[in-house]
């Protein structure tokens, strides 16, 4: 069969042009560029084509954060937090797992507040009382009980305060001797109380606003202290033991023998603070005695239904829920309790707690 010039010349020019199109796809990876159809209305098909492919350019290169092909680098940010994750756009690790142990503005750690359902970012978390127990939630915190729960709540004396603090002192010195007796002076204010004793006399000392009162007999001391009188407190003493020490001192300044005597009187205090005092004898006009604390104090509860408490004295014992406490130290920013018989100390501090809010809907 013969074959037509014609056709061989057809096959061999669709081979050519073939041969030149598989040229130009290896040498021009992008093609050559379509033709839009002229603007009728809407957009062809080549465009609508490059515009999707324009925008998945873009969200590449904002995933990556590369600058191409002419797109800026992305400088956006989005801000997420969970109870688990937060993302900090400030810092360069975009995430960072939350720290639990973290203290918030209220005092109060993050974990904390999210075991027990509080938002950490929530400021007022600290002084609600959500179970309505008279505790608010930093005080349910601070001795790790359950905010949620009115029977799991803190001690009560947790809510006890310093409402005032006479500063009142009583001076306690020994003044002098002779043949077995012993002088003991008491002085509160301007005038001093002298008062003689021998080793074994017990006396009850009543310290009032201005003056001292000395008794000899314990029932004229419960007559007289506590209830509605002006002293609610008065301090048992026993005197315990005399030591002698005098004789003549070598002085290194003047290199002379000088008389001394740094004879003691020792006495024993008989109520919360029962233990002994010693005081040595007068020098020279002045006291070498001690000194104690002798004014009221006057604490008051925070726990609904209850208020002003005292007054009180240092070494007084005092019952409280269920406990009784001896005050062992006052000064007008911290009174010092102890719990007895179990010796656990309690500290006072001024009356500062803030209002408690309502339970939080």
Not at 81 to 108: A, M, W
Not at 156 to 181: H, M, N, Q, T, Y
């Amino acid at each position: 069969m013969k074959i037509s010039p014609w056709l061989m010349g057809g096959v061999g020019a669709l081979f050519v042009v073939g041969l030149v199109g598989l040229a130009l796809g290896f040498l021009l990876p992008g093609g050559i560029e379509p033709v839009e159809a002229p603007g009728g209305g809407g957009k062809s098909a080549v465009a609508d084509f490059k515009q999707k492919a324009a925008l998945s350019t873009v969200a590449l290169v904002q995933k990556s954060g590369r600058k191409e092909m002419g797109v800026e680098e992305w400088k956006g940010h989005r801000v997420f937090v969970s109870r688990s994750i937060v993302f900090l756009p400030k810092e360069k690790e975009p995430v960072q797992p939350l720290n639990e142990k973290q203290v918030t503005d209220d005092g109060i750690e993050v974990g904390w507040k999210l075991k027990y359902g509080f938002s950490p970012e929530d400021r007022e978390v600290a002084d609600q009382d959500e179970d309505q127990d008279g505790f608010t939630n930093k005080e349910e915190y601070d001795k790790k009980t359950d905010p949620k729960d009115p029977a799991s709540s803190p001690s009560k004396w947790v809510k006890i305060k310093i409402a005032s603090v006479d500063p009142a002192k009583l001076l306690i010195g020994f003044s002098g001797k002779s043949e077995g007796r012993y002088t003991v002076r008491f002085k509160l204010g301007v005038k001093p109380k002298d008062v003689d004793v021998v080793v074994g006399d017990k006396i009850w000392v009543l310290a009032g606003n201005k003056a001292v009162e000395i008794l000899k007999s314990e029932e004229e001391a419960k007559a007289k202290a506590g209830g509605t009188n002006i002293c609610p407190h008065a301090i048992p003493l026993m005197v315990k033991e005399y030591k002698d020490d005098k004789g003549k001192k070598m002085d290194e300044t003047t290199k002379t023998e000088n008389d001394y005597d740094d004879s003691m009187l020792v006495l024993q205090r008989m109520d919360g603070l029962a233990g002994p005092i010693q005081i040595l004898l007068d020098k020279n006009g002045k006291s070498r005695g001690v000194e104690w604390s002798v004014g009221d104090i006057r604490l008051i509860s925070l726990v609904p239904g209850e208020g002003e408490m005292g007054p009180y004295r240092v070494g007084q014992s005092f019952p409280y829920a269920g406990k009784v406490f001896v005050l062992t130290e006052a000064m007008p920013l911290k009174v010092s309790l102890k719990m007895i018989p179990e010796g656990e100390s309690v500290s006072i501090l001024p009356n500062t707690a803030p209002t408690l809010l309502p339970k939080t809907p």
